[in-house]
């Protein structure tokens, strides 16, 4: 067997598409402009890079990006108070602050400080809460550009096993939550989880996010499984440098029924759900209705 190839970068095209279409009408309608404010804290080379695509994507579908870039000198005090700011600018309906923070930032204090209905990356503990109870909440993007896919793939996804390896607060955690919301029967396996290859082995979806290159092989896929692959590992291959992914592509894509490639599959998808919930937020903060298909 050769698995479907499911392509993240088109399928996170036609979700931007679709936000741009509503921010559209939200202008036209209600003369609302959804804005996402973005705060970068130091010099981080890869961190830089995300923050200028978000910009460039938060532009193109038509919403106000607000970019906040300070010195890794910024005292505690000075970002929480352009945290409360941001939390007071009924322009800004989505912030989101570009994690790792310098050692002398206290993130979780930091996180904390967002309005949580301006959370978009649902990193805030009222969020993690709200989903732990399958209540409305800001969703964590990674996990529900998953979500979204593997809604796309299968259909309903009640009563299929679900396998999530990796047990970060960003992914794994939110990702378990997300399908146990679609009736999914979940296990989090993890490093330290015994026999991982047979526990892997169950899943009719198998979610690796262990940042470990190529840790999930073919061996550990159930045949016609659904694989998502979170990882993105910058490795030295023959003297090049390669990007892949948390699984052994070639040998799991002979087994397994579905499977995202990297790059090109989950990564896309995180960017265009920021958007989508950036949207949700100034709906939500409007009273207006959610935009269906791109919540959890
Ligand atoms: N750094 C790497 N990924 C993320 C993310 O999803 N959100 C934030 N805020 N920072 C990150």
Same mark, same amino acid.
Request: proline content about 5%.
């Given at each position: 067997?050769?698995?479907?190839?499911?392509?993240?970068?088109?399928?996170?095209?036609?979700? %931007?598409? =679709?936000?741009?279409?509503?921010?559209?009408?939200?202008?036209?309608?209600?003369?609302?402009?959804?804005?996402?404010?973005?705060?970068?804290?130091?010099? !981080? @080379?890869? $961190?830089?890079? &995300?923050?200028?695509?978000?910009?460039?994507?938060?532009?193109?579908? *038509?919403?106000?990006?607000?970019?906040?870039?300070?010195?890794?000198? #910024?005292?505690?005090?000075?970002?929480?108070?352009?945290?409360?700011?941001?939390?007071?600018?009924?322009?800004?309906?989505?912030?989101?602050?570009?994690?790792?923070?310098? *050692?002398?930032?206290? $993130?979780?204090?930091? #996180?904390?400080?967002?309005?949580?209905?301006?959370?978009?990356?649902?990193?805030?503990?009222?969020?993690v809460g709200l989903l732990g109870t399958g209540q409305?909440?800001?969703?964590?993007?990674?996990?529900?550009?998953?979500?979204?896919?593997? %809604?796309?793939?299968?259909?309903?996804?009640? *009563?299929?096993?679900?396998?999530?390896?990796?047990?970060?607060n960003i992914v794994g955690k939110p990702m378990a939550?997300?399908?146990? +919301?679609?009736?999914?029967?979940?296990?989090?396996?993890?490093? %330290?989880?015994?026999?991982?290859?047979?526990?892997?082995?169950?899943? !009719? #979806?198998?979610?690796?996010?262990?940042g470990r290159p190529e840790m999930i092989t073919g061996?550990?896929?159930?045949?016609?499984?659904?694989?998502? !692959?979170?990882?993105?590992?910058?490795? =030295? %291959?023959?003297?090049?440098?390669?990007?892949?992914? !948390?699984?052994? &592509? =070639? $040998?799991?894509?002979?087994?397994?029924?579905?499977?995202?490639?990297?790059?090109? +599959?989950? *990564?896309?998808?995180?960017?265009?759900?920021?958007?989508?919930?950036?949207?949700?937020?100034?709906?939500?903060?409007?009273?207006?209705?959610? @935009?269906? +298909?791109?919540?959890?």
């Open positions: 067997m050769t698995a479907k190839v499911i392509d993240g970068k088109a399928f996170a095209a036609k979700v %931007r598409a =679709e936000v741009a279409e509503h921010v559209a009408r939200l202008r036209e309608e209600n003369g609302l402009q959804p804005g996402l404010a973005v705060v970068l804290v130091g010099e !981080d @080379p890869a $961190s830089k890079v &995300y923050v200028k695509n978000k910009h460039a994507s938060t532009v193109e579908v *038509g919403m106000a990006s607000f970019e906040h870039r300070w010195d890794a000198t #910024i005292s505690e005090a000075d970002l929480l108070a352009l945290i409360d700011q941001l939390n007071a600018d009924p322009k800004v309906h989505g912030i989101l602050v570009q994690l790792p923070l310098p *050692g002398h930032l206290n $993130s979780e204090l930091v #996180i904390n400080r967002i309005d949580p209905a301006k959370d978009v990356d649902g990193f805030h503990i009222s969020n409305k909440s800001m969703v964590p993007c990674t996990p529900l550009g998953c979500l979204m896919m593997l %809604r796309d793939h299968h259909g309903k996804l009640a *009563g299929l096993n679900a396998v999530v390896v990796g047990r970060s939550q997300l399908l146990l +919301g679609d009736s999914c029967t979940v296990t989090i396996a993890h490093s %330290r989880t015994k026999d991982l290859a047979e526990v892997c082995k169950r899943a !009719d #979806i198998l979610v690796a996010a262990v061996d550990m896929v159930r045949p016609g499984a659904t694989v998502i !692959d979170v990882g993105i590992n910058r490795i =030295e %291959r023959d003297g090049k440098a390669k990007l892949v992914g !948390d699984v052994h &592509y =070639e $040998s799991a894509a002979a087994v397994a029924g579905a499977i995202t490639p990297v790059p090109g +599959g989950v *990564g896309p998808m995180t960017i265009a759900c920021l958007l989508a919930n950036t949207l949700t937020a100034c709906c939500r903060a409007n009273g207006l209705a959610e @935009p269906e +298909g791109l919540t959890a």
